[in-house]
């Protein structure tokens, strides 16, 4: 039997452990860690709460984290898995952890922001990330949100009408749909969405998605794009200007971008005009009351705010163009706009921090990091600053190691890949004597009184309760309230 | 048994104009001449399988093609999907959105022979066919293709899911 950690129960942590179970020939003994009471990261947190279908993964998690939790003691499985909730692994707890198992994976996503790096980011009231943003309407535990909670009362939203956006992931179209759709009810009534924040945000009437690049370079995909334009029969209509498509190259675009570029232009049309029947499924109404738009070729150089309550008033954009390089620069030879807005999040993409970083630091792990993620090699290990080399017995799989990029299936590949890696590890490696057990594994990993672990029967229990509460869910959203319902 | 296209090749323009002259010999659907022995766990519990039992006379038939080379024919009832399918025999499918369209896991390839008889994909098809990864001309989701009498011995294969394929950002 062979001793496996993986650190993080989102998607990335899940489908590694789910493909070690299924596929190694090798007894195995899994821990499954997690900050949280609750298992399943991005997938409970970051998933817009209206594509309950992506959070379906869960289903298949909770299937096989049944069978195989121990102790289920009438299962004759060859591998035993448990997961313990509510327990930070830092610096110090994954050295030790490194020495009683065969093997640690590092899953723990990508849990910081990138940033503008541009003056107002930082001190305005009104210019959140688009991490606290999707935390606040997904109930995200209260006390690991450490964000000004002024913009977080409906008082600060009453005059909240024009919202913009940096930047043109999923993650903004996201955004810029629950900005928009929040004040119809039908929309969201199935949802586990945070009611207070819909509630807050129902008067913002527009939207603007601002890239640096231009059209081509968008990063979203066309499902959510589609969602959004689809939006038109509430009232709510999208607009990009024809300048922004005139330079585009057809011959040099892929599947998706000819498809993409299709719905653009039959979107644009009127109603009656488009000549494609899946553009003409919901008439819109007559009159539009919300508006989202796509502006392309800026870069946001200056928040302004009103001197008197320290909120953003406007923001100041620069013009871009594309240099002799390929690169979008700044154009100098045109002067900046400025945009009045209310509010503005900034969605640029999430960044990872190295564990080394975490906790009391005594003993490093001496992880190498690569600007926004772990240092890996082709294998999923993760290399040592020291010399560069592979860390024997630590892996790393998800967005910790490929950074912040692609949907969940990219995220299960990976996981699967570093799974088989593990695996031929694993039988390459001498025979194991740590049979860590779960005693072992708590007291050497948790060597304090003030851990109060979960199990997987906790959150199973709390599952229920939340369920009971709303259709699907209503998510219970501080950390202690999480643990008197499990009865710690 | 199993020639994955390289990614630069991936179609550029939508499903079915190209593909005769072009992308026809993407996978061989002959049978192989060996088959390659796989592990199994006799103690793997069974997450998925609702399969419905065909009437009798009205069974039908479709292969998987493995991503090993291996061909499975399975004897199937109308309406069931090809995910329903692969998951209730335990083949290496995930169907990571419960066969809702809103994930590309279920990616199959379709043999060419069977492919102009499935109705067109829709939108929702077409936008996470967008991502899956080592798409082809006649690439489909498995939760997309349900059993019915005019596609009857149906023959997909799986598609190989390696870096190799992967693009780096979408």
Known sequence: MKSISIIGSGPSGFYTAYHLLKKSPIPLNITLWEKFPVPFGLSRYGVAPDHPEVKNCEETF????????????????????????????DSEKLFKLRSIQDCVILSYGCNNDKKLGIPGEN????????????????????????????????????????????????????????????????????????QASTEAIKHVSNVKIIGRRGYEQSKF???????????????????????????VDESKLDRAGTRRLEMVKEYMKPFDQRTKKNYK????????????????MKTPVKINKDARNNRISSITLAINKVNEMNKFVIDNSKPCIDYPIDFLITSLGYKGVNIDELGCQKHLNNIKFAGDHLATNREGQVLSSMDNKPIPGLFASGWIKTGSKGVIVSTMIDSFTVGDEVIKYLQCSATSNQQASIIDLQNTVLDSTNYKPTTWFDWLKLDAYEKKLGNPRRKIINIADMLKIIGK | MFKVLPSSLLLKSSARIKRNIL??????????TVVTPRFLSTTLPRLHGHLHKPKPGEELHCTFILKDGTQKKFTVAKGDTLLDIAQGHNLDMEGACGGSCACSTCHVIVDPEYYDLLPEPDDDENDMLDLAYGLTETSRLGCCIKMNKDIDGIRVALPQMTRNVQTSDF
């Open chain 1, 281 to 296: 499924k919901f008439k819109p109404p007559s009159t539009f009351t919300k508006f989202w738009e796509f502006d392309y």
């Open chain 1, 62 to 89: 909770t299937q096989f984290a049944n069978a195989y939790t121990i102790p289920s003691g009438s299962n004759n499985l060859m591998h035993k898995f448990q997961f313990i909730g509510n327990v930070q692994i």
């Open chain 1, 221 to 247: 995909t066309n499902k959510e794009f589609r969602e959004l334009w689809e939006l038109e029969k509430y009232g709510i209509k999208g607009n990009i200007d024809s300048k922004y498509l005139s330079n």
């Open chain 1, 123 to 194: 001190d305005t009231l009104g210019v959140v990330s688009s991490r606290q943003f999707v935390n606040w309407y997904n109930s995200y535990p209260e006390n690991a949100c450490a964000t000004p909670e002024q913009w977080k009362g409906s008082d600060f939203w009453k005059n909240v009408k024009n919202v913009a956006i940096i930047g043109n992931g999923n993650v903004a179209l996201d955004i810029c749909r629950v900005l928009l759709t929040s004040n119809i009810k039908q929309y969201w009534q199935n949802t586990d969405i945070n």
């Open chain 2, 23 to 32: 992308y026809k010999p993407i996978i061989s659907f002959t049978s192989p």
